[in-house]
């Protein structure tokens, strides 16, 4: 079997947890833009001003190295004017390294000793600055550096500005600076998490409704296909219920053709056989041919009751309600004991020309049998149409009885009153709805309905 909320549960929950990622990482990419925005126009202003204020300084000791070997680079003195000034700039921890780059590529002044001599000339930031260019990189913390190669461990921001003797002279050098974006960094990983955790709740709140919602329609389902199977057995019941009806009609029809016409003309060919020897020979005591008349009277109401049992022809010549007002008189002379109340609402063009046969059975096979029941008295009749249902109750419960407790159908022989199965095959096969009850006090109350 096919479980719905197991199936739609795991499903829905990888898809709200690929939302999420795809969500933090979405926020984290516009994030980390933004910050690159913000600490690149920022990074490039303060690198201006340094380079500004370091200039005549960064020249000369360019001037003074330009002859010198990478590994001689390192032991050459450095000027401590410049030295101090960098390290001023250094104190407020905003700027956090410092890098001079000759043409070569090879550091020549930082602030860290153990990179000065290196060679940088594959370097993409050093090779845009030479050229006369600004470069911009934002590095995070544990992530690549594009410039420099490796990683690195704090957030930084690098710049590379070209070093001039003038705004149109030769680029002498490069002229790098870190800056510190720790702030920009924890503020956006701060923003982050709060997005994070705002995400997973409206998403688990969603997931919580979205399987709640399936649950209750995998329930409705469940139920559905209870009453789906409920009403197929029931179908089969009353299927075969009708079959061994409709055999037992069959049955019924042929007794009543062989015990009682078949009879009757039997006899009526032996007499007329019997008058037809005596006139050969010519005998005085010839049979009357006047008895042969009660005989055949009697096959013909042997035959219309035959006929009217299969369908009476006055449904079809004066309509329904004529019909069961016939029925109810016949019941009521059979059966003197019984009186049948009959509260009748409706025209009979308020009656669907497929369900007049239907209720002509129920309304016959319920009357006799509640005619054979020992206390039969009162029987009620009603049938009445309120526009959207077509509605039958026969009741035979004695006055006051109605209001009494009821008993369950499951605890009613079935043998105890026939027309009841009868009159519930029929209405459930002719679409409608149908409900019992017996009562404590005696009799019962069928109901049935249609749309219409």
Known sequence: MFRLLRYFSVTSLVAFLAALVALVW??????????????ERSNVALARTT???????????????????????AHYPRPPELSSTVGSLLVDRTVIRINLFNRQGTVIYSNRDAQVGSRQHLNEGFRAAIRGNVANSLVYRDSFNSFDGGTEDENLMQTYLPVRDGPNGPVH??????TDVDHLARQTERTEFMTLFGALAILSTMYAVVVFIVWRA?????????????RSSALETLSAHMLRNEES?????????????????SGIKLHVENIKAHDRQDSPRRPAVDAIIPALQGAIRDVESIARELRPASIDDFGLLLTLQLLC???????????????????????????????????????DDMA??????????????????LSLMIDDSPPGARDSTAIPLANIDPQQRQGLA???????????????????AGGATLYAYWRV
């Open 26 to 39: 979405f926020y984290r990419q516009v994030a980390v833009e933004g910050i690159s925005h913000i600490a």
């Open 51 to 73: 380079l500004t204020s370091l200039s005549p300084l960064l020249l000369d000791y360019l001037r003074a190295t330009e002859d010198l070997q990478p590994e001689s680079i």
């Open 173 to 178: 050098g490069v002229f790098e600076i870190y």
């Open 218 to 230: 995998g329930r409705l389902m469940e139920r559905q296909q209870e009453t789906i199977r409920e």
């Open 249 to 265: 009609y069959k049955r019924k029809i042929a007794l009543d053709l062989h015990e009682g016409l078949a009879q009757t003309l």
């Open 329 to 367: 008189r016949a019941v009521e002379q059979r059966n003197p004991s019984i009186v049948i109340d009959q509260q009748i609402t409706l025209q009979e063009a308020d009656i669907p020309a497929h369900l007049k046969i239907t209720l002509y059975r129920i309304v016959t096979s319920v009357l």
């Open 372 to 389: 054979r029941q020992p206390l039969a008295g009162r029987i009620t009749l009603a049938l009445w149409c309120d526009g959207k249902a």
């Open 422 to 440: 009868r009159m519930e095959a029929l209405t459930t096969l002719s679409g409608g709805t149908f409900m019992a009850s017996h009562h404590a």
